[in-house]
């Protein structure tokens, strides 16, 4: 029912899965357009969780659950050499873990 | 200039719009467990019942923690004590917190409300002078009515002393004109008298007085004779 509408004005959402990739090519990457869609996400954002008038925890603690993650995320490569096992095999036990458990 | 002509058409408006602010929302979007939005658990309610997020996100754990996409190290530890000690605070003192929250608000609120209300007050009386100046205007009529009569009577009282002046005028000088006629007649009169009897007594001649002389003494006589005839009588 939304075919008659041109594709670079639908929502992510009434996007069909076969035309997403040309829905991508469609949407607007100018600096101008990267600044405008970060500042309609922000207030998407702001006046749901934050701007109302009982607000709960959830506002915030989403936000700092994604700070942790993206965090996480970043710290990967560093963190990955405190594996305990390797190759998803729990017999292949990690240098680490060699060294450091088998002095406890 | 159909350019300048659009701006001008906006020269004496303002961008803002004049429809009301809409109110802030009551509650924000619902979250389960402070961290997850609702929307998720409704997305998946119709194809995997109420217990299909917990099994994903159950199912997720699993995975994540067996590839090692999250590494336990000493820091798991750390983090566990720290979601420990955060949750019980929230849990403890939430509503707390909460409430100080919405009683701060609710003076801001109610601070603003109070001054709308001031100059709601304060132009409302502003509306009810203005009609009572306005009420008060429409009787200038009755004071013009008013001050016209009091020209009126001014000039009325004015007209009539000045006809009594007149009149006194008037009378004034036809009773100078009488009394100079009466003066008139009545020297005329006096000067006639004297002047006939001033010509009688002139002509009264020697001869008639002693002839009247004579009258007066026979008369005498005969009144004392009748006297004399009364007395011894």
């Not at chain 2, 994903?56 to 420990?84: P, R, V, W």
């Not at chain 2, 603003?112 to 709601?120: F, H, I, R, S, Y």
Request: glycine share 8%.
């Amino acid at each position: 029912s939304l075919d008659r509408f041109p594709l670079g004005e639908k929502r992510l959402m009434d996007v069909k899965l076969g035309e997403l990739g040309s829905w991508l090519g469609k949407r607007d990457f100018t600096p101008n357009g990267v600044l405008a869609s970060i500042r309609n996400g922000h207030d998407r954002y702001y006046n749901k969780y934050i701007n109302v008038k009982k607000g709960g925890i959830g506002g915030v603690a989403m936000l700092l659950v994604g700070y942790v993650a993206l965090s996480y995320m970043w710290e990967y490569d560093h963190l990955s050499e405190y594996r305990l096992w390797e190759y998803d095999d729990l017999r292949v036990p990690t240098t680490y873990s060699i060294i450091h458990l088998k002095a406890l | 200039l159909g350019a300048g002509l659009v701006q001008l058409a906006h020269l004496h408006t303002s961008p803002n719009s004049q429809a009301p602010v809409p109110a802030l929302p009551e509650k924000g979007g619902k979250t389960r467990h402070g961290i997850i939005p609702e929307e998720l658990f409704q997305i998946l309610y119709p194809k995997t019942g109420v217990t299909g997020p917990y099994v994903l996100g159950a199912g997720l754990l699993t995975y994540i923690l067996s590839k090692e996409i999250y590494i336990i190290n000493h820091e798991t530890f750390a983090a566990a004590c720290m979601g420990t000690v955060i949750i019980y605070g929230v849990r403890k003192f939430g509503p707390d917190v909460a409430a100080f929250a919405d009683k701060l608000n609710e003076e801001k609120v109610q601070k603003a409300q109070e001054v709308k209300d001031l100059a709601m007050t304060s132009l409302a009386q502003a509306i009810q002078d203005e009609k009572k100046e306005q009420w008060r205007a429409e009787g200038r009529q009755m004071l013009f009515d008013a001050k016209r009569n009091n020209v009126a009577m001014l000039l009325e009282t004015n007209r009539r002393e000045r006809v009594h002046m007149v009149t006194n005028d008037v009378k004034k000088r036809l009773d100078y004109q009488i009394a100079l006629q009466t003066l008139h007649r009545r020297m005329e009169q006096e000067h006639m008298v004297n002047w006939v009897e001033k010509n009688v007594v002139t002509s009264i001649t020697p001869q008639q007085e002693k002839a009247s002389i004579a009258k007066c003494i026979t008369d005498l006589k005969v009144l004392a004779k009748v006297q004399q005839a009364k007395t011894t009588a």
